[in-house]
């Protein structure tokens, strides 16, 4: 049992779960198809955490190349989805070690936000790619217009986030970096879904001796509330907010 009262197996349970998390399920198999990746392409995964993505990538012939600074997660990749085409390394992406021009796709789910200077990020991501390059991205946005402050800042505090994201500033950043928006696509943009995620943040809230209930409302929300979701977003999506920003971007 880990000090915050949790089981390894536990907590290996609740990583699996959160990658069929309703918040995280569209965002992720948008960003794959974007990324369509062929064989024999270099993909460098900002913020690559268990592998589980770098797995489905190389399955498609590609080579894939992940970046982290959590040591356990990183670990746990190297563990599970280390092979022939995926290399992991222990790496902060403020300070990226790869040679230039080195890669011809770089893909990071929802890691942004969480850097102090993610401009810094987006040139070294620049300089990584080859000419053309292609860049996919997701980041908190919370731009919703019922999200309420308090909740950006409690979201801020619980998910350790910096920084927000709308087209609007993410295509500056990315201009100022030599990169050009080439399409996006906020997620998560009805207040039906918005009810949804307020109940995912209050089970995050849950203390540790808590876990077992947190996991079966991340199952509930995985099936139940994915439906849910998909219904509304469906039929009153929201082009201009959301609570996801995904975006796709070509190096000059």
Same mark, same amino acid.
């Given at each position: 049992m880990n000090p915050n009262g949790t089981t390894k197996p536990m907590v290996s349970m609740m990583e699996t779960l959160a990658h069929w998390h309703f918040r995280r399920i569209e965002e992720c198999s948008t960003l794959l198809q974007w990324l369509n990746p062929q064989p024999g392409e270099r993909v460098l995964d900002i913020g690559c955490g268990d592998g589980y993505y770098d797995a489905r990538i190389a399955a498609r012939g590609a080579h894939v190349v992940g970046v982290d600074i959590h040591e356990k997660r990183l670990a746990k990749a190297q563990r599970k989805h280390q092979s022939e085409?995926?290399? #992991?390394? #222990?790496?902060?992406?403020?300070?990226?070690?790869?040679?230039?021009? @080195?890669?011809?796709?770089?893909? @990071?789910?929802?890691?942004?936000?969480?850097?102090?200077?993610?401009? $810094?990020?987006?040139?070294?991501? /620049? $300089?990584?790619?080859?000419? &053309? &390059?292609?860049?996919?991205?997701?980041? !908190? /946005?919370? @731009? +919703?217009?019922?999200?309420?402050? =308090?909740?950006?800042?409690?979201?801020?505090?619980?998910?350790?986030?910096? +920084?927000?994201? %709308?087209?609007?500033?993410?295509?500056?950043?990315?201009?100022?970096?030599?990169?050009?928006?080439?399409?996006?696509?906020?997620?998560? %943009?009805?207040?039906?879904?918005?009810?949804? =995620?307020?109940? /995912?943040?209050?089970?995050?809230?849950?203390?540790?001796?808590?876990?077992?209930?947190? &996991?079966?409302? #991340?199952?509930?929300? &995985? %099936?139940?509330?994915?439906?849910?979701?998909?219904?509304?977003? !469906?039929h009153a999506r929201r082009p201009d907010s959301g609570l996801t920003l995904l975006a796709e971007a070509r190096k000059r």
């Open positions: 085409r995926t290399d #992991y390394h #222990y790496m902060d992406a403020e300070e990226l070690g790869f040679e230039r021009a @080195s890669f011809d796709k770089v893909i @990071s789910f929802c890691v942004i936000e969480h850097f102090r200077n993610e401009d $810094r990020v987006l040139e070294h991501v /620049s $300089r990584v790619l080859r000419p &053309g &390059g292609k860049l996919f991205l997701s980041a !908190d /946005s919370l @731009s +919703n217009p019922e999200v309420t402050d =308090a909740e950006r800042e409690a979201h801020r505090r619980r998910y350790a986030v910096n +920084n927000f994201y %709308t087209m609007e500033h993410l295509q500056e950043k990315l201009e100022r970096a030599g990169l050009v928006l080439e399409r996006y696509h906020y997620i998560l %943009t009805t207040p039906i879904t918005l009810a949804l =995620a307020r109940l /995912s943040w209050k089970l995050d809230d849950l203390p540790p001796f808590l876990m077992p209930l947190h &996991g079966i409302g #991340y199952a509930a929300l &995985g %099936t139940v509330g994915k439906f849910i979701s998909d219904f509304a977003e !469906d």
